[in-house]
């Protein structure tokens, strides 16, 4: 039962490298997140995708993009990395249900950046 | 602004006492809350979610309550284990947006 899957675990970057975080989901949830998270600090939401080919920003989206071609796949680019960009990122999925109300997110174990 | 705040940071419990985390939100408008709790070096793990239709949800060893009144909530925890010993979030959601809105966690540490 694997989840969410996270991809990769560690990365440096040196400042001005892109990347793509990787993530997928196998419980055919509509709802996906991406998240960073600063030490000590709780999670900021950068964006969100409410379907395959549907997404949005959220709280903290300047310096990131995203698509959602399918279902599971939810990948996350730096385009130009910055030291700012120094996190751990998490990505989430979910069902929201409107009749029942709830929006239970379930996370990956995480994406460990550092950009130097 | 608007936020879900926690009134303290760190908690230390002795094993086998109660624990009682406490979460502030300022937005009435917020109908769904959830509590996560996160280990080191770990995803938030979904542990118990409250409707604002209700004052009260109880799960295995722990239970939320939900204070409309003054807007706060609480998770406690019954019969703290050290595994218990992690950062705790709570999270609302408000109307149809379907995005979380999350505290900054609280330390919860269990002493042996």
């Known amino acids: 039962n694997a989840g969410v899957t996270q991809t990769p675990k560690f990365r440096i970057l040196k400042i001005g490298q892109s990347m793509t975080l990787q993530c997928t989901q196998d419980?055919?949830?509509?709802?996906m997140y991406w998240y960073r998270q600063d030490p000590g600090m709780g999670l900021k939401l950068i964006y969100y995708?409410?379907?395959?080919?549907?997404?949005d920003k959220g709280e903290v989206p300047n310096g990131y993009n995203v698509s959602r071609s399918t279902t599971e796949d939810f990948p996350l680019r730096l385009e130009l990395a910055a030291p700012s960009q120094t996190s751990v990122y998490f990505c989430?999925?979910?069902?929201?249900?409107?009749?029942?109300?709830?929006?239970?997110?379930?996370f990956g174990a995480g994406t460990r950046l550092s950009v130097l | 602004g608007e936020s879900v705040g926690l009134h303290l940071p760190t908690l230390s419990v002795q094993e086998g006492d109660n624990s009682i985390i406490n979460c502030a939100y300022s937005n009435s408008a917020s109908d769904y809350f959830i509590w996560y709790k996160q280990e080191s070096g770990k995803g938030p793990q979904f542990i118990i979610d409250?409707?604002?239709?209700?004052d009260k949800r109880q799960g295995q060893r722990v239970t939320v309550l939900l204070n409309k009144t003054v807007k706060h909530l609480s998770l406690q925890i019954a019969a703290t284990q050290p595994g218990d010993s992690a950062v705790y979030f709570c999270?609302?959601?408000?109307?149809?947006?379907?995005?979380?809105?999350f505290g900054t966690g609280t330390l919860l540490a269990v002493q042996p």
């Open positions: 989430a999925s979910s069902y929201s249900s409107t009749s029942s109300g709830k929006n239970i997110q379930y």
């Open positions: 999270a609302e959601t408000r109307g149809a947006t379907n995005k979380l809105i």
């Open positions: 409250i409707r604002s239709n209700m």
């Open positions: 995708s409410v379907g395959a080919g549907i997404t």
């Open positions: 419980m055919n949830h509509n709802y």
